[in-house]
């Protein structure tokens, strides 16, 4: 079984930093890309950054200079920084991942719990 851990939500004050973690562990042959999604209140869930094996990394405009995604490819493990922080962040953050089981299995999603953020104004 695959199994992704999140850490690193809480609460922050506006224009404040958090750093977000999600391991990936379990029967991994490969994992071709990983990212977070979040999901607000009222809202659809949307990307909010994403980092292939290769290291391209795609970003929300609305994050973008704010926030950075990173990835520990011996470790599995992929990081969002976030950076200047606003009331609008505030939502449930999700780690994504398509894992490869062994070396023929298509690449699958997989989904963390979620860590939730909260920015207060």
């Known amino acids: 079984q695959v199994q992704l851990v999140e850490s690193g939500g809480g609460l922050v004050q506006a224009g404040g930093s958090l750093r977000l973690a999600c391991a990936a562990s379990?029967?991994?042959?490969?994992?071709?890309?990983m990212g977070w999604y979040r999901q607000a209140p009222g809202n659809q869930r949307e990307l909010v950054a994403r980092?292939?094996?290769?290291?391209?990394?795609t970003y929300a405009d609305s994050v973008k200079g704010r926030f950075t995604i990173s990835r520990d490819v011996a470790k599995n493990t992929v990081y969002l920084q976030m950076n200047s922080l606003k009331p609008e962040d505030t939502a449930v953050y999700s780690c994504?991942?398509?894992?490869?089981?062994?070396?023929?299995?298509?690449?699958?999603?997989?989904w963390g719990q979620g860590t939730q953020v909260t920015v207060s104004s």
């Open positions: 994504n991942a398509d894992i490869k089981i062994y070396r023929n299995s298509p690449d699958t999603p997989y």
């Open positions: 379990g029967s991994i042959f490969g994992i071709r890309a």
């Open positions: 980092i292939t094996s290769a290291g391209s990394t």
